[in-house]
């Protein structure tokens, strides 16, 4: 890119000592500033993404140190993801009022200050609330912001590449992090981990002047109604699925509470909902009174939007599933350690980075709609070849070939859907469709671990307690032990996984 | 004890065949996306 804008600027007679003119010059600087500043915030970006993907390698291994269980952990994964989902938008209104690089090194801090906590901290309560709570927050001011920073510090054609680099650093986030989490939690402990971003933090922050700030709203108001009922309605909804794995879906679980005859999580998701479904109304109305909405419900009409953001939430959605489910088979029933079991996803790792890179090189003009199919199909045939290779006497080399299928498939789609979603709409709205993007991504990761946990925690509840009650060599006071402790789902309480 | 590993493998095979319905549900979103690559028509060459 450099080298790009030197050649391209017209000529003037004033040169300096490498033979460049004043403005060509210039140009050089301004592309090196613009280089720095990318690489700070893909960098923000990475450390961003590696927390979502770091910990699934070493989920016992966190467990174990901290007297809990896996539950407990995913929990806590969950909840990162949940906070940054539903206060995503408002972290990005409130960049939108105090300016982006504020809102940016504002949420350094507060992320940096989480994973402090959490490198430090004793038990579940403490890792829940600096790696969910002060990590998730400090998120949220930081990734709407990063949208925004590349749309301030680069030129409309810059924007596309902009765009992607920072996309390729979450992509290799995704990738590195289960291989860092399970190096780093073999070789010394995964507080490591943590204690690393915090010198990740430091070193950005150092560099966050070089940035140059976009505009704050000329007359700015926040939708303080809207903000709040984004996060009520979005953390009702996904803590109602998140607590379906202790509490049951609809019927309550032995000694679980219920409300009704019904189990809790019910209402928390029909509670969720419908509070949505009044952010909506009162957002429809802010606009069409010509008020600053939280989100512009008019962005929806845009199809290629809207298919970018659903398809994004799928992504994650899925990709959180898988990333929950491999390391547990790896590292629970074969018992690989946490960096064998990191260095048996590497396929996933290489093929993703190989396929994102690869895509927009050797079919630039391929149908984004046909890139996505054939990814999300890639992904689909890994997952089924995994499901038909596991059997009892399963080696670790089973996971080889569905590995290497997923990644190629979530490479497609990570080199297509940022391009299709933040092209949707004119640049002056990149801030919106980044805050919308990054909730609908959050959201989808977080739906994918609750839902796939809570699936597979019940279904091994239910075949652990159909094969003890079905075994005439456990006697009878074990079976009803082993009942009440599996089917309580009290995450306090020893499980078989 | 034999009932645990077969109730794990039994586990982590209902959560994966939920992942690849979620995958095929997310298929027949993917009609929203666009044909057409994205800045196609800015990017391809002016006839000369």
């Known amino acids: ?197 915090v010198v990740i933090v430091l070193i950005i922050l150092v560099s966050v002047r070089g940035i140059k700030d976009t505009p704050t709203e000329a007359s700015p108001s926040f939708d303080t109604l809207g903000a709040l009922l984004s996060i009520f309605g979005l953390s009702l909804t996904v803590y109602g699925v998140l607590r379906s794995g202790v ?61 970018g953001l659903v398809t994004f939430f799928f992504q994650f959605l899925i990709q959180s599933g898988i990333f929950f489910t491999i390391p547990l088979f790896l590292s629970v029933v074969l018992e690989l350690s946490a960096l064998q079991t990191g260095l048996r996803l590497l396929p996933l790792s290489l093929t993703l980075l190989l396929a994102a890179l690869a895509v927009p090189k050797l079919a630039p003009r391929a149908s984004p709609r046909l890139v996505v199919r054939l990814g999300m199909l890639s992904m689909l045939a890994g997952t089924l070849v995994l499901v038909g290779g596991l059997d009892p006497g399963a080696n670790a080399g089973i996971v080889l070939i569905p590995m290497a299928l997923v990644g190629l498939g979530i490479g497609a789609l990570a080199s297509q859907l940022g391009a299709v979603t933040v092209s949707a709409l004119p640049d002056s709205m990149s801030a919106e469709v980044g805050g919308l993007q990054n909730t609908f991504t959050n959201f989808g990761a977080s739906l994918g671990t609750a839902l796939v946990g809570a699936v597979l925690i019940g279904s091994l509840t239910t075949s652990f307690i159909t094969g003890v009650t079905h075994n005439p060599s456990v006697p009878a006071e074990v079976t009803a032990q082993a009942t009440v402790t599996m089917e309580s789902g009290d995450p306090s309480s020893p499980i078989p996984i | 004890m034999a009932e645990n590993a077969s109730a794990r493998l039994i586990g982590l095979r209902t959560a994966l065949w939920l992942v690849a319905l979620i995958t095929v549900v997310g298929l027949f979103f993917t009609g929203m996306l666009p044909r057409r690559p994205v800045g196609a028509v800015e990017d391809l060459p002016r006839p000369v």
């Not at chain 1, 004043?22 to 923000?44: F, H, K």
């Not at chain 1, 999580?265 to 909405?293: F, H, K, N, Q, T």
């Open chain 1, 247 to 307: 509490w049951g879906w609809v019927r309550p679980k032995p000694n679980g509470p219920s409300l009704l005859g019904v189990s809790p999580v019910v209402w928390l998701v029909i509670g969720g909902l419908l509070v949505i479904g009044a952010l909506l109304l009162w957002e429809a109305r802010l606009e069409e009174a010509g008020r600053s909405p939280m989100v512009r419900l008019s962005m929806f009409k845009s199809m290629q939007m809207t298919g």
């Open chain 1, 1 to 197: 890119m450099l080298r790009d804008s030197r050649t391209t600027v017209a000529g003037n007679p004033m040169t300096d000592g490498a033979g460049w003119t004043g403005s060509q010059a210039a140009t050089a600087d301004a592309a090196s500033g613009s280089t720095r500043v990318l690489v700070i915030l893909a960098a923000g970006q990475f450390l961003m993404t590696l927390d979502t993907s770091v910990m699934n390698v070493s989920i016992r291994s966190v467990a174990n140190d901290l007297g809990t269980t896996v539950t407990g952990i995913q929990t806590a994964i969950t909840l990162y993801t949940l906070v940054m989902a539903a206060f995503m938008i408002t972290g990005g209104k409130i960049g939108a009022l105090i300016g982006r690089r504020r809102a940016f090194a504002i949420g350094l801090v507060v992320y940096g200050s989480g994973s402090l906590v959490t490198a430090l901290s004793p038990n579940l309560t403490v890792l829940i609330i600096g790696w969910s709570g002060l990590e998730g927050l400090g998120a949220a001011l930081i990734m709407p912001a990063i949208v925004a920073l590349v749309a301030g510090n680069f030129p409309k054609e810059r924007r596309s590449s902009a765009y992607g680099l920072i996309a390729a650093a979450g992509a290799i986030a995704v990738a590195a992090g289960p291989l860092v989490g399970g190096a780093v939690t073999t070789f010394a402990s995964w507080r490591w981990v943590f204690a690393g971003e």
